[in-house]
């Protein structure tokens, strides 16, 4: 059974910094990877997509990479704003049946003024 | 990129009434639509899958009586939580998936906020 978890759970900066998020899965058999943001009572917004054979994508100030064969893949976040903070959620989509998506436990981030 | 839409945002019912909440794809047809249950501060649980013209495919624990899924067009599943009760109170998100040139993607609705009382 497909496991993911994200490090770290919280993570609070000052506005400025570059970040790194991380997420782990267990099996490396996976369509592909997304990295979603989700504001306090809202939805999902897709951020961005990883094909299982790429190795990173790029969207303006963020970059996420993916290592399949290791089970990582991080979302780097330059030049943070407080309009960032946000809970950041990997998923990974399953590769049979209804193509699943698996989701992180998450990370909390707040960046301060 | 695509659009779900989800409503409504927020319902409030007694004990004991049943709930319908919509997932309308605006732009694009989604035959399959996936409906996720989400507590506070914790990710998201897949509850089932929502095929269109087919009965939904409830994941393990998840009383298919209690969360009735109909999927009857290509761009509108339905969740009915039947029955309510308090520890039936949490966010509901639904998606769908869509499919372009060979590649899978996920686009979600804006959630329902579901209480219970």
């Known amino acids: 059974k497909q496991e993911v978890t994200q490090i770290p759970a919280a993570l609070s900066v000052p506005e400025g910094e570059n970040l790194v998020l991380n997420c782990s899965f267990t099996d490396s058999a996976i369509y592909n990877l997304q990295w979603f943001r989700q504001d306090p009572g809202k939805g999902l917004t897709s951020l961005l997509l990883i094909q299982s054979s790429q190795r990173e994508q790029t969207s303006g100030r963020l970059n996420a990479s993916l290592d399949k064969s290791s089970g990582r893949s991080t979302l780097y976040i330059a030049a943070s704003q407080p309009g960032d903070s946000a809970t950041y959620l990997c998923?990974?989509?399953?590769?049979?049946?209804?193509?699943?998506?698996?989701f992180g436990t998450g990370t909390r981030l707040l960046v301060s003024p | 990129g695509a659009v779900v839409s989800q409503h409504p945002s927020r319902v409030i019912c007694k004990s004991g009434t049943s709930v319908k909440i919509e997932c309308r794809s605006l732009d694009f047809q989604a035959t399959t639509m996936f409906w996720y249950r989400q507590f506070p501060k914790q990710s998201l649980m897949l509850m089932a899958t929502?095929?269109?013209?087919?009965?939904?495919?409830?994941e393990q624990g998840v009383e298919k009586d209690k969360f009735l899924i109909n999927h009857a067009s290509l761009t509108l599943s339905t969740l009915t939580v039947t029955s309510a009760h308090p520890e039936d109170s949490s966010f509901y998100i639904c998606?769908?998936?869509?499919?372009?040139?060979?590649?899978?993607?996920?686009?979600f609705g804006q959630g329902t906020r579901l209480t219970v009382v």
């Open positions: 998923a990974v989509r399953e590769n049979t049946g209804f193509q699943k998506l698996v």
């Open positions: 998606s769908a998936r869509i499919i372009i040139t060979g590649n899978t993607e996920a686009f």
């Open positions: 929502s095929n269109e013209g087919s009965k939904a495919t409830y």
